[in-house]
Protein backbone atom coordinates (compact mmCIF):
# COMPACT_ATOMS: atom_id res chain seq x y z
CA UNK A 1 0.00 0.00 0.00
CA UNK A 2 1.18 3.56 -0.68
CA UNK A 3 -0.08 6.52 2.40
CA UNK A 4 -0.78 9.48 1.06
CA UNK A 5 1.39 12.16 3.08
CA UNK A 6 -1.68 13.78 5.10
CA UNK A 7 -1.07 16.83 7.31
CA UNK A 8 -0.83 14.35 10.18
CA UNK A 9 1.28 11.54 8.62
CA UNK A 10 4.43 11.40 8.13
CA UNK A 11 6.39 9.44 5.16
CA UNK A 12 9.79 7.52 6.11
CA UNK A 13 12.94 6.96 4.49
CA UNK A 14 15.15 6.10 6.01
CA UNK A 15 29.58 -11.15 0.72
CA UNK A 16 28.34 -13.94 -1.75
CA UNK A 17 25.48 -14.10 -3.49
CA UNK A 18 23.96 -17.82 -3.67
CA UNK A 19 21.83 -18.89 -6.29
CA UNK A 20 18.62 -19.55 -4.20
CA UNK A 21 13.63 -21.93 -15.03
CA UNK A 22 10.57 -21.78 -17.09
CA UNK A 23 9.61 -18.32 -19.06
CA UNK A 24 6.74 -15.89 -18.29
CA UNK A 25 3.50 -17.15 -20.15
CA UNK A 26 2.84 -14.60 -23.71
CA UNK A 27 4.11 -11.30 -22.40
CA UNK A 28 2.77 -8.13 -23.14
CA UNK A 29 5.85 -7.10 -25.93
CA UNK A 30 4.48 -3.58 -26.39
CA UNK A 31 6.89 -1.58 -24.64
CA UNK A 32 9.35 1.24 -25.69
CA UNK A 33 12.90 0.19 -25.91
CA UNK A 34 15.45 1.85 -23.49
CA UNK A 35 17.25 3.72 -25.86
CA UNK A 36 14.45 5.92 -26.31
CA UNK A 37 13.44 6.79 -22.57
CA UNK A 38 14.56 10.27 -22.05
CA UNK A 39 17.37 10.82 -19.89
CA UNK A 40 17.12 10.99 -15.93
CA UNK A 41 17.22 14.65 -14.67
CA UNK A 42 19.36 14.88 -11.53
CA UNK A 43 18.44 17.32 -8.82
CA UNK A 44 20.55 18.58 -5.89
CA UNK A 45 20.25 16.57 -2.13
CA UNK A 46 19.46 19.89 -0.74
CA UNK A 47 16.58 21.39 -3.00
CA UNK A 48 13.64 20.88 -0.81
CA UNK A 49 10.94 18.27 -1.46
CA UNK A 50 7.11 19.18 -1.46
CA UNK A 51 5.43 15.97 -1.82
CA UNK A 52 1.45 14.98 -1.15
CA UNK A 53 2.26 10.81 -2.39
CA UNK A 54 4.94 8.95 -1.44
CA UNK A 55 5.87 4.94 -2.88
CA UNK A 56 8.01 2.71 -1.02
CA UNK A 57 10.16 -0.53 -1.82
CA UNK A 58 8.66 -2.23 1.40
CA UNK A 59 5.21 -1.05 0.29
CA UNK A 60 4.21 0.96 3.64
CA UNK A 61 5.29 3.62 5.96
CA UNK A 62 5.46 1.47 8.78
CA UNK A 63 7.37 -1.23 8.03
CA UNK A 64 4.59 -3.72 7.24
CA UNK A 65 4.66 -5.36 3.52
CA UNK A 66 1.59 -5.58 3.34
CA UNK A 67 -0.88 -3.87 1.03
CA UNK A 68 -4.87 -3.64 0.99
CA UNK A 69 -6.84 -3.98 -2.27
CA UNK A 70 -7.02 -6.65 -4.77
CA UNK A 71 -5.04 -8.37 -8.27
CA UNK A 72 -5.92 -10.69 -10.42
CA UNK A 73 -2.64 -11.90 -11.09
CA UNK A 74 -2.70 -15.44 -12.45
CA UNK A 75 -5.15 -14.19 -14.84
CA UNK A 76 -3.14 -10.97 -15.81
CA UNK A 77 -0.69 -11.33 -18.47
CA UNK A 78 2.24 -8.46 -17.53
CA UNK A 79 3.58 -5.72 -19.46
CA UNK A 80 7.35 -6.32 -20.50
CA UNK A 81 10.08 -3.39 -20.10
CA UNK A 82 13.39 -4.06 -22.21
CA UNK A 83 16.05 -2.38 -19.56
CA UNK A 84 19.53 -1.05 -20.94
CA UNK A 85 20.82 -2.40 -18.04
CA UNK A 86 20.14 -5.01 -14.90
CA UNK A 87 17.35 -3.28 -13.02
CA UNK A 88 18.20 -3.05 -9.34
CA UNK A 89 14.74 -1.43 -7.63
CA UNK A 90 11.31 -0.52 -8.63
CA UNK A 91 9.20 1.43 -7.03
CA UNK A 92 5.39 2.98 -7.56
CA UNK A 93 2.98 5.77 -6.45
CA UNK A 94 -0.57 6.25 -7.98
CA UNK A 95 -1.24 8.40 -10.23
CA UNK A 96 -4.82 9.30 -11.91
CA UNK A 97 -5.94 6.32 -11.25
CA UNK A 98 -3.09 3.74 -12.12
CA UNK A 99 0.21 3.72 -11.25
CA UNK A 100 3.48 5.89 -12.08
CA UNK A 101 6.70 2.91 -11.76
CA UNK A 102 10.36 3.97 -11.62
CA UNK A 103 12.84 1.47 -12.10
CA UNK A 104 16.66 1.75 -10.59
CA UNK A 105 19.33 0.69 -13.09
CA UNK A 106 22.35 -1.17 -12.39
CA UNK A 107 24.58 1.34 -14.12
CA UNK A 108 22.30 4.10 -11.94
CA UNK A 109 19.89 5.06 -14.48
CA UNK A 110 16.09 5.72 -13.61
CA UNK A 111 13.62 5.05 -16.32
CA UNK A 112 9.59 5.62 -15.58
CA UNK A 113 6.59 4.56 -17.05
CA UNK A 114 2.87 5.07 -16.70
CA UNK A 115 -0.02 2.76 -15.92
CA UNK A 116 -3.49 3.71 -16.27
CA UNK A 117 -6.77 2.35 -17.11
CA UNK A 118 -7.46 1.51 -20.40
CA UNK A 119 -4.17 3.25 -22.36
CA UNK A 120 -0.98 1.33 -23.19
CA UNK A 121 1.62 1.63 -20.78
CA UNK A 122 3.41 4.54 -21.54
CA UNK A 123 7.77 5.81 -20.41
CA UNK A 124 8.07 8.73 -17.92
CA UNK A 125 10.82 10.91 -17.38
CA UNK A 126 11.57 10.94 -13.34
CA UNK A 127 13.53 13.50 -11.84
CA UNK A 128 16.32 12.46 -9.11
CA UNK A 129 17.22 13.55 -5.83
CA UNK A 130 20.33 11.70 -4.21
CA UNK A 131 23.12 9.33 -5.88
CA UNK A 132 23.58 6.64 -3.16
CA UNK A 133 22.91 3.08 -3.63
CA UNK A 134 19.95 2.39 -1.22
CA UNK A 135 16.46 2.00 -1.57
CA UNK A 136 14.80 4.69 -3.48
CA UNK A 137 11.36 6.09 -2.89
CA UNK A 138 9.01 7.94 -4.92
CA UNK A 139 7.15 10.94 -4.58
CA UNK A 140 4.80 13.00 -6.69
CA UNK A 141 4.98 16.62 -6.74
CA UNK A 142 2.51 18.53 -8.07
CA UNK A 143 1.43 15.22 -10.01
CA UNK A 144 5.27 15.06 -11.42
CA UNK A 145 7.56 12.22 -9.61
CA UNK A 146 10.01 12.94 -8.15
CA UNK A 147 13.05 10.02 -7.11
CA UNK A 148 14.73 10.30 -4.00
CA UNK A 149 17.50 7.88 -2.63
CA UNK A 150 20.57 8.62 -0.70
CA UNK A 151 23.29 10.81 -0.65
CA UNK A 152 26.85 10.04 -1.23
CA UNK A 153 27.93 13.28 0.43
CA UNK A 154 26.10 11.53 3.90
CA UNK A 155 24.87 8.07 4.32
CA UNK A 156 24.12 6.10 0.74
CA UNK A 157 22.38 2.90 2.46
CA UNK A 158 19.32 4.39 3.68
CA UNK A 159 16.79 7.29 2.15
CA UNK A 160 16.23 10.51 4.25
CA UNK A 161 12.55 11.14 5.59
CA UNK A 162 9.89 13.92 5.32
CA UNK A 163 7.97 14.50 7.78
CA UNK A 164 4.75 16.54 9.04
CA UNK A 165 3.79 19.73 6.99
CA UNK A 166 5.10 21.47 6.03
CA UNK A 167 7.44 18.75 5.03
CA UNK A 168 10.50 19.39 6.74
CA UNK A 169 13.51 16.55 6.06
CA UNK A 170 14.56 14.03 8.21
CA UNK A 171 17.93 12.46 7.77
CA UNK A 172 20.69 9.90 9.00
CA UNK A 173 24.17 11.05 9.40
CA UNK A 174 26.93 9.38 11.96
CA UNK A 175 24.29 7.31 13.95
CA UNK A 176 22.44 10.57 14.46
CA UNK A 177 18.69 11.72 13.28
CA UNK A 178 18.37 15.14 11.77
CA UNK A 179 15.21 17.57 11.24
CA UNK A 180 15.63 19.68 8.43
CA UNK A 181 18.63 21.77 7.37
CA UNK A 182 18.56 23.92 10.10
CA UNK A 183 19.34 21.34 12.78
CA UNK A 184 23.29 20.64 13.40
CA UNK A 185 22.73 18.38 16.67
CA UNK A 186 20.30 15.44 16.01
CA UNK A 187 19.61 13.16 17.96
CA UNK A 188 22.23 10.63 18.76
CA UNK A 189 20.98 7.38 18.62
CA UNK A 190 23.89 5.02 16.93
CA UNK A 191 21.44 4.27 14.22
CA UNK A 192 22.98 2.13 11.54
CA UNK A 193 23.71 3.16 8.42
CA UNK A 194 21.20 1.21 6.64
CA UNK A 195 18.07 1.66 8.83
CA UNK A 196 15.17 2.91 7.57
CA UNK A 197 12.96 5.62 9.87
CA UNK A 198 9.53 4.29 10.02
CA UNK A 199 6.10 6.33 10.64
CA UNK A 200 2.76 6.11 11.56
CA UNK A 201 -0.50 7.82 11.24
CA UNK A 202 0.49 10.42 13.88
CA UNK A 203 3.60 11.24 12.70
CA UNK A 204 5.46 9.40 14.95
CA UNK A 205 8.71 7.87 14.18
CA UNK A 206 10.09 4.62 15.24
CA UNK A 207 13.97 3.63 14.08
CA UNK A 208 16.91 0.80 15.26
CA UNK A 209 19.61 2.11 17.52
CA UNK A 210 22.92 0.77 19.14
CA UNK A 211 24.72 -0.08 16.25
CA UNK A 212 27.27 -3.20 17.69
CA UNK A 213 29.62 -5.67 15.60
CA UNK A 214 29.06 -8.19 18.60
CA UNK A 215 26.97 -10.93 15.84
CA UNK A 216 28.99 -10.85 12.97
CA UNK A 217 26.53 -12.83 10.84
CA UNK A 218 26.46 -10.67 7.96
CA UNK A 219 23.46 -11.88 6.37
CA UNK A 220 22.13 -8.80 5.00
CA UNK A 221 25.20 -6.59 3.77
CA UNK A 222 27.37 -6.00 6.89
CA UNK A 223 28.30 -7.52 10.14
CA UNK A 224 26.60 -4.63 12.05
CA UNK A 225 23.32 -4.73 13.75
CA UNK A 226 21.12 -3.20 16.06
CA UNK A 227 21.15 -3.47 19.58
CA UNK A 228 17.65 -1.63 20.24
CA UNK A 229 15.01 0.87 18.72
CA UNK A 230 13.40 4.46 19.77
CA UNK A 231 10.43 6.05 19.12
CA UNK A 232 10.06 9.55 18.71
CA UNK A 233 7.19 12.12 18.24
CA UNK A 234 7.30 14.08 14.70
CA UNK A 235 9.39 16.71 16.65
CA UNK A 236 11.93 14.37 17.24
CA UNK A 237 12.32 15.46 20.71
CA UNK A 238 14.65 13.44 23.16
CA UNK A 239 12.46 13.98 25.97
CA UNK A 240 9.56 12.31 25.02
CA UNK A 241 11.48 9.35 23.42
CA UNK A 242 10.85 5.96 23.99
CA UNK A 243 14.00 3.51 23.70
CA UNK A 244 14.38 -0.90 24.06
CA UNK A 245 17.12 -2.79 24.35
CA UNK A 246 17.67 -6.63 23.51
CA UNK A 247 19.99 -8.59 25.78
CA UNK A 248 23.36 -8.02 26.13
CA UNK A 249 24.30 -10.67 23.75
CA UNK A 250 21.37 -10.29 21.19
CA UNK A 251 21.26 -7.98 18.10
CA UNK A 252 18.35 -7.08 16.01
CA UNK A 253 19.04 -8.19 12.77
CA UNK A 254 17.28 -6.62 10.14
CA UNK A 255 17.42 -2.68 9.40
CA UNK A 256 13.77 -2.00 10.54
CA UNK A 257 10.64 -3.38 12.89
CA UNK A 258 7.42 -3.67 11.22
CA UNK A 259 5.28 -1.76 13.66
CA UNK A 260 1.67 -2.96 13.16
CA UNK A 261 -1.00 -4.34 15.29
CA UNK A 262 -0.52 -8.22 16.05
CA UNK A 263 -2.68 -8.71 19.11
CA UNK A 264 -5.89 -7.10 17.57
CA UNK A 265 -5.75 -4.14 20.35
CA UNK A 266 -5.94 -1.17 17.76
CA UNK A 267 -2.61 -0.62 18.87
CA UNK A 268 0.59 -1.20 17.46
CA UNK A 269 3.20 -3.37 18.36
CA UNK A 270 6.76 -3.21 17.39
CA UNK A 271 8.24 -6.61 15.83
CA UNK A 272 11.53 -7.60 15.17
CA UNK A 273 14.24 -10.33 14.49
CA UNK A 274 16.52 -11.02 17.72
CA UNK A 275 19.63 -12.77 16.89
CA UNK A 276 22.35 -13.92 19.11
CA UNK A 277 25.71 -16.82 18.63
CA UNK A 278 24.00 -19.52 20.49
CA UNK A 279 19.94 -20.02 19.65
CA UNK A 280 19.85 -17.93 16.03
CA UNK A 281 16.88 -15.65 15.08
CA UNK A 282 13.37 -15.57 16.68
CA UNK A 283 10.81 -13.01 16.21
CA UNK A 284 10.20 -11.08 19.59
CA UNK A 285 6.87 -8.58 19.52
CA UNK A 286 7.27 -5.64 22.16
CA UNK A 287 4.63 -2.83 22.57
CA UNK A 288 5.19 0.57 22.45
CA UNK A 289 6.44 1.14 25.83
CA UNK A 290 9.55 -1.35 24.61
CA UNK A 291 8.03 -4.25 27.16
CA UNK A 292 8.79 -7.64 25.14
CA UNK A 293 4.79 -9.19 24.88
CA UNK A 294 5.58 -12.28 22.87
CA UNK A 295 8.64 -14.18 21.77
CA UNK A 296 9.06 -16.88 18.75
CA UNK A 297 11.08 -19.91 18.85
CA UNK A 298 14.98 -19.26 18.22
CA UNK A 299 16.17 -21.35 15.23
CA UNK A 300 18.49 -23.33 17.80
CA UNK A 301 21.83 -22.33 16.16
CA UNK A 302 23.86 -19.22 15.48
CA UNK A 303 24.73 -18.43 12.20
CA UNK A 304 20.86 -18.83 10.79
CA UNK A 305 18.31 -15.94 9.91
CA UNK A 306 14.47 -15.46 9.98
CA UNK A 307 13.19 -13.06 7.45
CA UNK A 308 10.59 -10.74 9.08
CA UNK A 309 8.05 -10.07 6.28
CA UNK A 310 4.31 -9.10 6.76
CA UNK A 311 1.48 -8.51 9.51
CA UNK A 312 -1.87 -8.92 8.21
CA UNK A 313 -5.09 -11.34 8.14
CA UNK A 314 -3.32 -14.62 6.82
CA UNK A 315 -5.45 -17.20 9.57
CA UNK A 316 -8.17 -18.92 7.66
CA UNK A 317 -10.66 -17.27 9.41
CA UNK A 318 -9.27 -14.08 9.39
CA UNK A 319 -7.13 -13.95 11.78
CA UNK A 320 -3.83 -12.01 12.20
CA UNK A 321 -0.52 -13.07 11.52
CA UNK A 322 2.71 -12.81 11.68
CA UNK A 323 4.81 -14.15 8.66
CA UNK A 324 8.65 -15.00 7.63
CA UNK A 325 11.02 -16.75 6.00
CA UNK A 326 13.14 -19.31 8.01
CA UNK A 327 16.66 -19.38 6.73
CA UNK A 328 15.61 -18.07 3.16
CA UNK A 329 19.11 -18.88 1.52
CA UNK A 330 18.75 -22.81 2.62
CA UNK A 331 15.98 -24.15 1.56
CA UNK A 332 13.38 -21.56 3.14
CA UNK A 333 10.54 -21.83 4.61
CA UNK A 334 7.11 -19.84 5.16
CA UNK A 335 5.98 -19.53 8.60
CA UNK A 336 2.82 -18.20 9.85
CA UNK A 337 2.72 -17.14 13.10
CA UNK A 338 -0.02 -15.94 15.85
CA UNK A 339 0.46 -14.37 19.84
CA UNK A 340 -1.15 -16.63 22.29
CA UNK A 341 -0.60 -15.51 25.43
CA UNK A 342 3.29 -14.55 25.91
CA UNK A 343 4.64 -16.55 23.30
CA UNK A 344 4.39 -16.56 19.78
CA UNK A 345 2.89 -20.03 18.12
CA UNK A 346 3.45 -21.15 14.58
CA UNK A 347 0.51 -22.45 12.78
CA UNK A 348 1.40 -23.48 9.73
CA UNK A 349 4.80 -22.97 7.52
CA UNK A 350 6.09 -24.68 3.92
CA UNK A 351 9.33 -25.13 2.59
CA UNK A 352 11.05 -24.45 -0.66
CA UNK A 353 11.10 -20.32 -1.07
CA UNK A 354 13.77 -17.60 -0.83
CA UNK A 355 13.00 -13.82 0.41
CA UNK A 356 16.64 -12.82 0.30
CA UNK A 357 19.98 -12.82 -1.62
CA UNK A 358 22.58 -13.65 0.84
CA UNK A 359 24.53 -10.23 1.58
CA UNK A 360 22.22 -8.30 -0.12
CA UNK A 361 20.65 -4.75 1.55
CA UNK A 362 17.03 -5.87 -0.12
CA UNK A 363 14.63 -6.98 1.84
CA UNK A 364 11.86 -6.30 0.05
CA UNK A 365 11.45 -9.26 -2.31
CA UNK A 366 8.60 -10.49 -1.18
CA UNK A 367 4.72 -8.98 -0.11
CA UNK A 368 1.88 -9.62 1.26
CA UNK A 369 -1.91 -9.07 -0.35
CA UNK A 370 -5.05 -10.61 -1.69
CA UNK A 371 -3.19 -11.29 -4.75
CA UNK A 372 -6.03 -13.13 -6.96
CA UNK A 373 -9.13 -11.08 -5.86
CA UNK A 374 -10.59 -14.37 -3.88
CA UNK A 375 -10.90 -12.35 -0.81
CA UNK A 376 -7.63 -13.92 1.28
CA UNK A 377 -4.32 -13.14 1.81
CA UNK A 378 -1.31 -14.43 0.08
CA UNK A 379 2.29 -14.10 0.59
CA UNK A 380 4.21 -13.41 -2.83
CA UNK A 381 7.65 -14.62 -2.94
CA UNK A 382 10.11 -16.70 -5.20
CA UNK A 383 10.50 -20.04 -5.02
CA UNK A 384 14.69 -20.82 -4.25
CA UNK A 385 15.87 -20.71 -8.00
CA UNK A 386 13.70 -17.04 -8.40
CA UNK A 387 13.02 -18.41 -11.45
CA UNK A 388 9.15 -18.28 -10.29
CA UNK A 389 6.44 -16.06 -7.79
CA UNK A 390 4.72 -18.44 -5.28
CA UNK A 391 1.37 -17.37 -3.39
CA UNK A 392 1.64 -19.00 -0.24
CA UNK A 393 -1.90 -19.28 1.42
CA UNK A 394 -2.55 -20.66 5.09
CA UNK A 395 -5.54 -22.74 4.57
CA UNK A 396 -7.51 -24.55 6.95
CA UNK A 397 -5.27 -27.67 5.39
CA UNK A 398 -1.98 -25.32 6.40
CA UNK A 399 0.69 -23.57 4.22
CA UNK A 400 0.10 -24.34 0.45
CA UNK A 401 0.88 -22.73 -2.48
CA UNK A 402 -2.16 -21.49 -4.54
CA UNK A 403 -0.62 -20.47 -7.62
CA UNK A 404 2.35 -19.21 -9.13
CA UNK A 405 4.32 -17.03 -11.89
CA UNK A 406 6.75 -17.81 -14.08
CA UNK A 407 9.56 -15.73 -15.14
CA UNK A 408 11.86 -15.62 -17.75
CA UNK A 409 15.38 -15.08 -15.41
CA UNK A 410 15.94 -14.56 -12.05
CA UNK A 411 14.03 -12.08 -9.61
CA UNK A 412 16.40 -9.21 -9.14
CA UNK A 413 14.57 -6.49 -7.29
CA UNK A 414 12.01 -6.30 -4.43
CA UNK A 415 8.21 -6.88 -5.33
CA UNK A 416 6.72 -3.20 -5.89
CA UNK A 417 3.26 -3.54 -5.01
CA UNK A 418 0.96 -0.39 -4.99
CA UNK A 419 -2.77 -0.01 -4.55
CA UNK A 420 -4.52 2.35 -7.17
CA UNK A 421 -6.53 4.93 -5.79
CA UNK A 422 -9.62 2.73 -7.15
CA UNK A 423 -8.49 -0.18 -4.93
CA UNK A 424 -6.06 -2.42 -7.44
CA UNK A 425 -3.22 -3.83 -6.58
CA UNK A 426 -0.50 -3.66 -9.33
CA UNK A 427 2.76 -5.47 -8.67
CA UNK A 428 6.22 -5.23 -10.72
CA UNK A 429 9.11 -7.05 -10.41
CA UNK A 430 12.74 -6.37 -12.25
CA UNK A 431 14.82 -9.84 -13.23
CA UNK A 432 18.41 -10.27 -14.20
CA UNK A 433 18.08 -10.45 -18.08
CA UNK A 434 17.19 -7.12 -18.31
CA UNK A 435 13.71 -7.17 -17.92
CA UNK A 436 10.56 -5.44 -15.71
CA UNK A 437 7.55 -7.13 -15.76
CA UNK A 438 4.09 -5.12 -14.51
CA UNK A 439 1.05 -6.74 -13.50
CA UNK A 440 -1.62 -4.69 -13.78
CA UNK A 441 -5.43 -4.70 -13.55
CA UNK A 442 -7.34 -5.88 -16.73
CA UNK A 443 -7.59 -3.24 -19.45
Given at each position: ???????????????????????????????????????????????????????????????????????????????????????????????????????????????????????????????????????????????????????????????????????????????KLFRGADDTTGV?????????????????????????????????????????????????????????????????????????????????????????????????????????????????????????????????????????????????????????????????????YSSHRIGSRNLD???????????????????????????????????????????????????????????????????????????????
Open positions: MNLPLAPSIASIFVLILIACGETAASPTETVVPATSIPPTQIITQSEPVDATVAGFTHVRTDGNRYATGQADLPNTTPDVIRTSAPPVWVVGVPYQGGVIWATVLSDGSVVGHVSQPGQALETKSISRQGDGAGPPVLYLQDDEPLLLQSSASSWQLSPPTYVGQPVIEASLQNGDLGTPEDARILTDENGRVLVLTGATERYPHGVIGDSIESSGFALLDSSLDRSSMITASVESESVIEGISPIWADVDGDDGREIIVTVSNDQVGAGLVVYNEPGDVIARGPAIGRGGRWRHQIAVAPFGPDGEIEIVDVLTPHIGGIVEFFQIQGDELVQTASVRGMAAAADFDGDGNVELLVADQHGTRLAAIRHTANGAEEVWSLNLSARLATNLGVVTTDGGAIEVAAGLEDGTVLIWRAPQ
